[in-house]
């Protein structure tokens, strides 16, 4: 067997290891993200929720402040109307109360002096309810109506039980309709013009009252006798 040997390299030091020369390796760049069709479609759809969601809360905001403010001007409206509303029928009740106790006015005198006695027949019944035993009871009218009372006087007397003890006298100045009832510790006086008197009071602060500060419905207290002591 033959064996070949090779011939060696002589070397010759003339290769330069300090040369600049760099490798350069190639950059491989990041694969880019794969967005598929239901991705963009699930972003849309978040960023509209989203936007939706922030609308929703503006738009309540907004419609809350709105609210408030008609609300509020609602309440100062309806403060004035009510003021107004109440000013009006204060007005109107006083109006109303003139009227009636002008047309009473005008309407009490033809009603008594159509039957002027009807009024004092009340006023002594009234008085004898509480007058049983009272040994005399002097009723003082118009000398007009004397003998037109007299028979009646004396009918109550007897019913009562107090016949002979009702002393019925005729004085001039009283009115007719009018009349004063006594006894022995006290006394009852029915006088047209005091009562109207006490009426024309009666409504003069009655209307003052719905004027005021603060109205209140008194109502009308239609006077009918004045007690007295004798």
């Not at 849309?44 to 929720?49: C, F, P, S, V």
């Not at 009227?99 to 009340?122: D, N, V, Y």
């Not at 003069?204 to 009252?209: G, I, K, L, M």
């Amino acid at each position: 067997m033959q064996m070949v040997m090779k011939q060696a390299v002589k070397f010759t030091f003339d290769t330069r290891f300090d040369t600049d020369e760099t490798v350069s390796v190639p950059r491989v760049q990041p694969a880019s993200p794969a967005y598929t069709a239901a991705d963009v479609e699930r972003a849309r759809a978040e960023g509209y929720a989203s936007g939706f969601v922030a609308g929703q809360a503006e738009a309540a905001a907004r419609a809350d402040h709105e609210i408030g403010a008609a609300m509020q001007n609602f309440a100062a409206n309806a403060a004035s109307l009510l003021n107004a509303l109440q000013a009006g029928t204060a007005s109107s009740r006083a109006d109303a109360a003139a009227l009636a106790f002008t047309a009473a006015r005008k309407l009490a005198p033809a009603l008594i002096a159509a039957r002027p006695q009807a009024e004092i027949e009340a006023v002594l019944r009234d008085c004898l309810t509480h007058l049983n035993r009272e040994p005399h009871i002097v009723l003082r009218v118009a000398d007009t109506l004397v003998d037109r009372l007299k028979e009646t006087v004396d009918h109550m007397a007897l019913e009562r039980g107090l016949s002979g003890r009702i002393i019925l006298l005729g004085q001039s100045g009283i009115a007719e309709g009018d009349c004063v009832v006594e006894w022995a510790d006290g006394g009852v006086v029915r006088s047209y013009a005091d009562i109207e008197a006490e009426i024309a009071e009666i409504i003069t602060r009655y209307a003052e009252s719905l004027t005021g500060p603060r109205a209140t419905d008194n109502s009308l207290a239609m006077a009918e006798t004045r007690h007295t002591n004798f």
